[in-house]
């Protein structure tokens, strides 16, 4: 079948030599490391999308010595498992993204936040680690990496909550500003970036910014990984050029009975049949690569319930609109469904779900409007009935 | 084995007497005692030189540092959305036939402790579980007959 789809293998490709790209991007100067990532675009991988190039140059103007370069492999939004398949088949690309960094901004001590769901992957890390210390003596740059092991919580995917947890206290977001850049890690200048940024600063590196930057849109530059799973026959981390339509993902990986796909995870959108043709993964929704695809089989009320379930339990109950919030929608919605309220109610929870987008201290109970509202929307019987 | 009063003085002097070293001190505790007990808190406070209740408040915002008691193999099966679809249901329902209880409880001999935890990043592979650290995916009830039998017998 005709699909506009590019798959490509940067990511996971064996044919090419890491030590080759870290070494080549080692010829530029520090500066030109950053000059070089911002040029080529790249946005960090996780969910948020933030210029990865600008996160590195606000970190390495601060002023101080002692600052920190974090790897965040809190993998956690359900739908996404691309950073484990990383750590798992091609570390180095990780670790050497890492270094990178550490020469373009003269920092010298890296951790990787490991989720505690990816405990059995330590072992393997470390060995890889271990050697990559070796390995980068002869490029003469002075960088370790330790692993900082995560215990079950969602939240920490949040750089501050993440930062927080590494301090030994609860992973609740902190007030943004500072950011990490300013004020991280023990008070540093810290820079976060997800497994999967710092490998694609390879890629940046082995095809030029300039090159990389053709690749994907206008808004997204490169290629991305995409954790599919679901009601699809190919299920799995595919690798795609970014800016493809909803309509070519699903005619090439649902099953022909397709009903909706949910685009970057809980806290992403739920798009309908009828928003295929114009909806672009990775514009306007968020970035982490999540997609699930459900078949007309599923009642999209379970599904909703599932989610709500899942934020009312990991919201970190610090700030009112997030805690009670989830906890609200989550019984609303049951509440409409066993009759017990009418069904306009569903659009008092709606106001309620984007007051917390408005108030939520952080990106968890901002986010829950999104799925919440584009699943109550377009499913709006199977709400009710 | 020594006391748990010397293995945390131990896991002190490895990772040092600061508020950093929290989470991997209480994470190594959960390793060796399958949970954290309020001796074991109060004794982290002390050797750390912070409240007990910080201790506690850390200790009980993580899933995975279990505050209660426990058995020697923690079971959690995943029970996010892809996994549910793939029939989740089932293999808990299996899994309490098998052992006698259900989620939320440990069997009367402490060795199995039955949970339900939020995505564990095998969605393409469900349903998934872990038993302590290690992953099994693409479960069936026969699937889970056969690994519940080896831990059973007691494996290692």
Known sequence: MNTNINKLEYIFSKDCDDNQVLAKALSFSNDEVIEELIKSGLRGRGGAGFPAGLKWKFTATQPGDEKYIICNADEGEPGTFKDREILTQVPKKVLNGMALCAYGTGIKKGYIYLRGEYKYLVSHLQKNIDEFHEEIKKYGIDFNIDIFLGSGAYVCGEETALIESMEGKRGEPRNKPPYPNTVGYLGKPTIVNNVETFASTMIVFRLGAENYKKLGTQDQHGSKLFSISGDSPKEGVHEIELGMSVEDFVREFGDGDTKAVQVGGVSGFC?????????????????????????SSRSMYNVLHNFLDFFAEESCGQCTPCRVGCQQLLKGIEAVKSGEKPKE?????????KTMQITSKCGLGQSVTNSFTSIVENFREEMIY | MNSTKEFIKELSEKYGKERKSLMPIL???????????VDA????AQILDISAAEVYGTASFFSFLDTQARGKYKIRVCKSITCDMKGKSEILKTIENILKIKVGE???????????????????????????????????????????????????
């Open chain 2, 27 to 37: 994470q190594k505790i959960v390793e060796r005692n399958s949970y954290l007990s």
């Open chain 1, 345 to 353: 109610y569903l659009d008092q929870l709606i106001k309620l779900s």
């Open chain 2, 106 to 156: 440990t069997s009367k001999e402490g060795k199995f402790s039955l949970l339900e935890t939020n995505c564990l990043g095998w969605c393409h592979k469900g349903p998934a579980m872990l038993i302590n650290d290690e992953v099994y995916t693409e479960l069936t009830p026969e699937k889970i007959r056969n690994v519940l039998s080896e831990y059973i017998r007691e494996r290692k």
């Open chain 1, 271 to 295: 798009i309908p049949r009828k928003g295929f043709k114009n909806a672009i993964i990775g514009e306007g929704n968020p970035t982490g690569g999540s997609t699930m695809i459900f078949n």
């Open chain 2, 41 to 44: 808190m109060r004794e982290v």
